[in-house]
């Protein structure tokens, strides 16, 4: 991370690059578009801010390529029988797409492209004409009567992104879609307004928006914490900060305004949501606390939401194990501790395979059959031989945007080989004999070289362990797709996944044997499999979506932060409720539903069982509330023992629950 950033003056940095529409009246129609053409110091400014707070682009292919078609629209065609012919019906294929939108999808630094789930918004490409000519979009175009398009004009606007729910979109002029930068409205409760000065600012503004509070620490303070009423609040932020430059931010019924201090970013929205009006983003600790310290806050600890871990890079020391050592959550065990470092057995890409080594060669691996070779270059570039096939195959990829540092593979029970690949800039990539690479780096990835890989067959399934630089070991289980991160020590340079479930863990320290425990490492696995078990894409919710998403939805509220969990639980309420009523993916959500609520280790257990007697308190006559009330039923003694929880707040949801749903609680008399 670079040295401190004043963002009290970003401002400046903003008006030197931004279109300049005040000066547009002095500018001939030539000499304006020539301003809005010059997008390269907009894009430079994005990039250094993703870079300041800590966003490292992964290299490979986008995890979302502008092409992909959003599920809303394909379910909605589906839906109607129509075929690929209609799948340009909402757009206005006569408008030109601005320059800067196209320069967008093509950075390779787009954080959006690369990690989509940074944001919460669905892209729409190519961009859709409002009002929708098929009747998909819900929001209409400007009125006659609005200051942006002279009588006559086009009012239209052309959608390019939307909030996840749709509640908004963000889109353009169809009037300046001949622009190379045009501004940027948003659909709100009373129309259109601008959101921003242009293409460039707006997708700066997302960055501002989303990536502070994944890579930085952050405070949420309402009324309460902050010790004044938000009118006090407003004042002290306003008189000791300046603003970013930015529009107020328009999101969800929120008007955010958007502040700045050395390391850290201020938002302040007079509407109390997501946890409360004010939210302080440090890229530091220390800075957040300055932030607060000057406007008197008296900050507890438990308030501060650190960096997700996923980004962070851990201030772990060497590997220092001792025998009958255990995690404080029973995932793993110390077996034995030896000095002595594991030999590794030595492989020579020229002596297995009777060829010439490829140049570069970093790392190679076989597979314990022997049957596969796997070895990676300096320059990203993988290469398998599969010596038992008849005659060996060989096959080659250039794979990662860095230099190969661990491999390994795995033969399937189909029989086809599954490689593992990892680099200096810490992606994983995977792919097989018979599948191609996948286009998207593996989920695994982190910020420190990949430093160690190994995967194998355990009595769960197939598993991978991954080591980074900075010390983290982790296990993901390939079956549900669910991951445990083990803060291990620094200097892992081998692992070995063994099939009865030990671990070993070799480098400088010498080698531990752990023993790990499955259930604890992935204590929802149970909970993703049942997912797993379910056609959830024949499956309906509101508004007129296929379920397919509710899976990931329901596992990240069992799982995720309380911050990230409570958002996810309103994402699930807006899809399964609409005006008291429900729909059938509600019914089937029912007992995952319950099995999370069920977890001491999820954060929303209240609100999901809130959620739940929503569900089942829908009419009588509504097929998901009947789905979800014999599901309850089903559960009863699961919910008889959330009436006894330590927690007051499950205790008080399950009894609403369980009033909801029509059960008798009573408990058999024990004489």
Not at 216 to 242: K, N, Q, S
Not at 503 to 515: E, I, N, Q, S
Not at 569 to 580: H, I, K
């Amino acid at each position: 991370m670079t040295g401190i950033v004043d963002y009290g003056r970003f401002a400046e940095r903003l008006r030197q690059v931004m279109p300049r529409w005040d000066d547009r009246g002095r500018m001939s129609e030539e000499e304006f578009a020539e301003h809005l053409a010059d997008t390269g110091p907009r894009w430079e400014l994005l990039r250094q801010f993703q870079e300041e707070w800590g966003y490292v682009p992964p290299g490979g292919e986008p995890a979302w390529p502008r092409w992909t078609e959003d599920g809303h629209k394909a379910y909605v065609r589906s839906l109607f029988g129509h075929t690929d012919d209609d799948r340009f019906a909402d757009v206005d294929l006569s408008l030109p797409i601005p320059k800067a939108l196209d320069e967008w999808w093509d950075l390779p630094f787009n954080s959006f492209a690369y990690r989509p789930r940074l944001y919460w918004t669905n892209p729409v490409w190519p961009p859709a004409v409002r009002p929708d000519p098929t009747g998909y979009g819900v929001s209409d175009g400007l009125p006659e009567d609005n200051p942006y398009v002279g009588p006559g004009g086009d009012l239209r606007l052309c959608v390019f992104m939307a909030e996840n729910q749709y509640c908004n979109e963000w889109g353009y002029l169809a009037a300046e879609a001949g622009m190379a930068d045009p501004r940027v409205f948003v659909s709100v409760e009373d129309g259109w307004v601008v959101q921003s000065r242009s293409v460039s600012e707006f997708f700066l503004q997302l960055a501002v928006e989303r990536l502070p509070q994944h890579f930085g620490w952050t405070l949420w303070l309402g009324e309460e914490e902050f010790g004044a009423d938000e009118a006090e609040m407003a004042r002290r932020v306003r008189e000791r900060f300046p603003e970013l430059g930015l529009l107020p931010w328009r999101e969800l019924g929120a008007e955010s305004h958007t502040y700045g201090a050395p390391d850290a970013i201020i938002r302040f929205n007079a509407e109390d949501y997501d946890g409360g009006p004010l939210h302080i983003h440090g890229r530091t600790r220390a800075a957040l606390c300055d932030v607060a310290e000057a406007l008197g806050i008296d900050v507890r600890d438990e308030w501060i939401s650190e960096p997700d871990p996923e980004d962070a890079k851990l201030d772990l020391g060497p590997v220092a194990l001792a025998a009958g050592d255990a995690d404080d959550q029973g995932r793993w065990t110390v077996l034995q501790v030896s000095p002595e470092r594991t030999e590794r057995a030595e492989i020579s890409f020229g002596a297995v395979t009777g060829e010439a080594e490829p140049p570069g060669l970093t790392v190679a691996a076989l597979d314990s059959e022997a049957a596969t070779l796997v070895a990676g270059d300096r320059d990203g570039g993988v290469h398998v031989r599969l010596l038992d096939a008849d005659p060996p195959r060989a096959l080659q990829h250039a794979l990662h945007n860095g230099a190969v540092t661990a491999v390994t593979s795995l033969r399937a029970r189909s029989g086809a080989s599954v490689m593992w690949s990892g680099d200096d800039k810490g992606v994983v990539r995977m792919w097989g004999s018979e599948l191609d690479p996948l286009d998207v780096p593996y989920d695994i990835r982190r910020r420190n070289r990949v430093t160690a890989l190994h995967a194998e067959l355990l009595p769960t399934g197939v598993a991978v362990a991954v080591a980074w630089s900075d010390g983290l070991v982790r296990i993901h289980d390939m079956v549900t797709q669910l991951t445990a991160d083990l803060e291990l020590g620094s200097g892992i340079d081998h692992l070995v996944l063994r099939p009865d479930a030990t671990l070993v863990v070799g480098g400088d320290h010498g080698t531990v044997l752990l023993r790990l425990r499955p259930e604890r490492l992935w204590p929802t696995r149970e909970l993703a499999a049942r997912l797993q078990k379910v056609e959830w894409e024949s499956l309906r919710t509101f508004p007129d979506r296929d379920a397919s998403n509710i899976p990931d939805l329901i596992l990240r509220a069992a799982t995720a932060d309380a911050y990230e969990a409570e958002r996810t639980v309103e994402a699930l309420a807006a899809r399964f409720l609409e005006d008291g009523a429900t729909c059938p993916a509600a019914g089937t959500a029912a007992p995952p539903l319950l099995d999370a609520a069920a977890d001491p280790g999820c954060k929303v257990r209240a609100g999901l069982l809130d959620l739940l007697a929503r569900i089942v308190g829908a009419p009588a006559a509504d097929r998901g509330a009947a789905l979800a009330r014999a599901a309850v039923a089903s559960r009863r003694q699961t919910l008889l023992g959330l009436l006894d929880d330590p927690d007051p707040a499950v205790r008080a949801a399950a009894a609403t629950l369980a009033a909801a749903a029509g059960l008798d609680t009573a408990r058999p008399d024990a004489t």
